[in-house]
């Protein structure tokens, strides 16, 4: 038999739980294993602007990436975002390939002023075999 | 006292340390893991929307993530469309759970067939 460690919640037995949401850890799954999080900034006085991070990990990873686009560093939320009214429009994205993750802002309009982005990303040493 | 295992991250000692960041493991609290993954290559989105699916195979539905690679070759995050594209009216997917499947739902954007790999994760977690 296969040896594994398991560790259930409590109330639940490691031997013979079989539902994987009542535990709390086991060794027969992989889970996700940090390798870098960080900020970019990327400030947009066009229509569109954009900035990297480089990861060169060789393989595209699994990565989450969310944008502040506000002033107070503080309201973020997750990439992709749209946000459109009849003024026009404003798309911030995220993508990676085997070295970099990319972020860009594309909106209809170049503000009147220089607006700056704050990118939040996580990457995982997972690779997702794409 | 109930009993636990802890495993710190380096210079945090076990016994002490408060925080969960600074745990590794630690048995009070649930481990996000990986049930399932999966690649599905060179899928052709010959329609508009197409989708694609995968049986998870659980008696519930799933917390899922998936990532899709674009004939550009980018890798994007779900409803994020072609990097090297406008991105306005440009291909486009989405990842949508059920009790039985996960599903890719992928729109043309009126840009005709083309293909794509996906990547998919599902979860210990349930909606």
């Known amino acids: 038999m296969t040896q594994k460690i398991v560790l259930t919640k409590s109330g639940f037995n490691a031997v013979t739980e079989t539902d994987a949401r009542n535990k709390i850890f086991d060794s027969s799954y992989e889970t996700l294993k940090y390798f870098s999080s960080g900020e970019v900034t990327v400030a947009r006085s066009g229509a569109s602007a954009s900035g990297t991070f480089t990861h060169n990990l060789g393989y595209i990873p699994f990565f989450i990436v969310y944008v502040d686009y506000s002033a107070d560093d503080a309201d973020f939320v997750q990439c992709p975002f749209y946000f459109a009214d009849f003024t026009g429009y404003v798309f911030i994205a995220a993508w990676a390939d085997s070295t970099k993750l990319y972020f860009e802002v594309e909106a209809s309009v170049a503000p009147p002023s220089t607006l700056t982005y704050h990118f939040e990303y996580k990457i995982f040493r997972n690779d997702t075999g794409l | ?127």
């Open chain 2, 1 to 127: 006292m109930a009993q636990q295992i802890r495993v710190s991250k380096l210079t945090k000692d076990a016994l002490t340390a408060t925080d969960p960041n600074d745990f590794i493991l630690h048995s009070a609290y649930n481990s996000f893991f990986i049930l399932a993954s999966g690649v599905l290559t060179s899928q052709s989105v010959d329609a508009d929307p197409k989708t694609f699916s995968v049986a998870h195979g659980l008696s519930y539905t799933p917390l899922v993530f998936a990532f899709a690679k674009y004939p550009d070759g980018y890798v994007s995050l779900p409803w994020e469309g072609q990097r090297t594209s406008t991105m306005l009216y440009t291909r486009r997917f989405l990842v949508q759970v059920d009790g039985t499947n996960v599903y890719f739902v992928f729109y043309q954007g009126g840009t005709g067939t083309y293909s794509v790999d996906i990547a998919y994760y599902i979860f210990n977690s349930s909606l």
